[in-house]
């Protein structure tokens, strides 16, 4: 039991990564250091979406417009980071 513990540790490790990835090439087009016409780059942030779109729409969906501030990768963090403490919190049940 302790390594599906292990396991989903580095499912959410991964998750994690992944969005601060998104996250900041989000900044980084958005002040335009980064352009999507080059193709690496559109590739990586279409990747990026389509990973990380499934887990933002729910979260949009609950969240009252912002007038353009999207608040959906910031909750999504916080919701990865609590589901990781609860599994820290809860680890001698995997034992």
Known sequence: MNSIFQILMLILDVVWFVMIAHIVMSWLINFQVLNLRQP???QIW???NRLLEPLY????RILPPMGGLDLAPLVALIAVYAIRIV???NAPAFS
């Open 40 to 42: 690496i780059v559109a």
């Open 87 to 89: 599994l820290i919190n």
């Open 57 to 60: 729409e729910p979260i949009r």
């Open 46 to 48: 279409y990747g990026l």
